[in-house]
């Protein structure tokens, strides 16, 4: 099997797991994941890289995501700085979500990236 040269796409949640993929000599792909890696984002952070927004219609994550980031791929960011548990349950008209702002969405990245 010979590795496979991919690119990771930082926003797409399976990517944070993703070790790497390899391809046999029939062509078949492989990926390699830890699924024992877990995200977290400390609460000691600086609050001025947070702002909340209130949502105004019941929604999925996937679209929330859209909203605020232009990608349904960061849902999974939401529910890490929000605490949340369910990736299915739609998010309630009304409820204030905090949100980290796009100018730091590189830095998550990167560390994500480092950790891995």
Do not use: C
């Not at 930082?10 to 993929?21: D, G, K, L, V």
């Not at 995200?39 to 994550?61: C, G, K, Q, R, T």
């Not at 791929?73 to 009304?94: A, E, Q, R, T, Y």
């Amino acid at each position: 099997m010979e590795k496979l040269n991919i690119t990771h796409d930082p926003e797409r949640y399976e990517n944070i797991f993703n070790m790497y993929q390899l391809e046999n000599s029939n062509g078949d792909k492989y990926a390699f994941y830890n699924i024992l890696s877990k995200v977290s984002i400390s609460d000691n952070l600086d609050n001025n890289i947070f702002e909340y927004y209130i949502v105004d219609a019941e929604m999925p994550l996937t679209t929330l995501s859209f909203k605020l980031y232009k990608t349904q791929h960061l849902w999974w960011l939401i529910m890490v700085i929000n605490k949340l548990k369910n990736p299915v349950k739609l998010i309630k008209p009304g409820s204030v979500i905090k949100t980290m702002k796009i100018d730091y969405l590189d830095i998550v990245f990167n560390a994500i990236k480092q950790k891995i």
